[in-house]
């Protein structure tokens, strides 16, 4: 199947007893049994549910991998990864990533005896300098939040299966609609479901791809016993939300390039990082890696004034001041005070998230409009 045809039928079924198109909202927290142990393959809604069934299979089937399993968010899903982790085991994480992870790595799983290192993952080699016989997993996003770095995964995995490591990515920003880790060597592909996959901003959910047989048995046996499941009625909105995903995309992409363009040639910006430009300095391995380059861009004022950042921001009229992204509808973010909030101000500078960095998410709106926008708050 090509992706369209996947993101409308892959993983899902007519209903079989009402012939129902869409999957039902199977809205029960519990099954009967005939006799103990002998059911239809439902016990308990939070280890299995037919809708999150369909979704996990979806979702699979949209990264070309064999197993899906959700979450009840984005961090839960890291969350389930760092729990295949033992005392003592290191992990190599990019520099520059979503603040929420970093606060989970360093402020929650630190003082479990698991060490993290961070390293600007620009040029793949880099990873190999920190890899000893306690490493057990590199974690990378691609594009990166917020800066919008690309890390080659291909080249990283070719390194992680050298060292017999496994290797995650953190696929959100990208879609699996415009790159597949797992075709490139990940083992793990993470998704916030909260983003683009749901798309209307009334979801909040996370979710893991595997091949791996066991990693996916070790993985669900986690999911089951801490319990951070979604509820059917989530999963029934991403399952509509996905059967749209490529058409959203592709007008994510095109909007994002105008507004790209826009900004670039903007006497007040200073920088802009987005991919698809081809002053980015990782352009080529976007362009060998990805289908398009998204809707999500950062921009640095000139003069680096945070409190003009805060009235750019304060004068949008379509762009709405808000956490998250990867709605229909455009948000703008100060990470520094918002999504990143907890990282620090040093390390913050030092992969050049400055205080008057702005994170738009642009979304499917008619680009002309949004462009009229950034222009009045810009002015």
Not at 26 to 48: C, I, M, N
Not at 57 to 79: M, P, R, V, Y
């Amino acid at each position: 199947m090509k992706f369209g045809t996947k993101a409308i039928h892959a993983g899902v079924e007519p209903d079989p007893s009402t012939g129902a198109i869409m999957t039902p909202i199977f809205q029960t927290s519990t099954y009967v049994q005939a006799s103990p142990g002998d059911h239809k393959g439902y016990e308990y809604s939070r280890t299995q549910n037919p809708t999150r069934d369909a979704l996990q299979k979806s979702i699979a089937a949209l990264e070309n991998g064999n197993h899906g399993l959700c979450f009840s968010s984005g961090l839960a899903a890291i969350d389930a990864v760092i729990k295949l982790l033992q005392p003592g085991d290191e992990v190599i994480a990019a520099n520059d990533l979503y603040g929420g992870t970093y606060r989970l790595f360093t402020k929650v799983f630190a003082k479990y005896g698991i060490k993290f290192h961070f390293v600007s993952l620009e040029k793949a080699e880099a990873v190999s300098d920190l890899i000893n016989d306690n490493t057990k997993l590199i974690w990378v996003e691609t594009p990166t939040n917020p800066m919008m770095n690309i890390i080659d995964i291909a080249a990283v995995s070719e390194i992680a299966k050298k060292h017999d490591l496994l290797l995650a990515v953190d696929n959100t920003f990208a879609t699996p609609y415009l790159q597949n880790p797992m075709d490139m060597g990940a083992d793990i592909v993470m998704h916030s479901v909260t983003k683009y996959l749901g798309g209307h901003s009334d979801v909040v959910m996370g979710a893991l791809v595997v091949n791996d047989e066991k990693l996916k048995t070790d993985l669900a046996f986690i999911q089951n016993s801490c319990g951070a499941t979604p509820g059917p009625q989530d999963c029934f909105l991403v399952l509509r939300g996905i059967k749209t995903l490529h058409i959203r995309m592709d007008r994510h992409c095109e909007n994002g390039r105008k507004v790209a363009e826009f900004l670039k040639d903007h006497p007040k910006v200073e920088n802009v990082y987005w991919p698809g430009l081809e002053s980015h300095p990782n352009h080529d391995i976007a362009k060998k890696q990805m289908k398009d380059f998204g809707g999500m861009i950062s921009f640095t004022l000139k003069g680096d004034n945070k409190a003009e950042a805060f009235r750019i921001m304060e004068s949008f009229r379509f762009f709405s001041l808000a956490e998250s992204l990867g709605g229909i509808e455009s948000m703008v973010n100060h990470p520094a005070t918002m999504t990143h909030a907890s990282i620090p101000r040093e390390e913050r500078l030092k992969i050049g998230l400055l205080d008057s960095l702005i994170r738009l998410s642009v979304g499917i709106e008619d680009a002309d409009d949004l462009i009229a926008d950034l222009k009045a708050a810009l002015a």
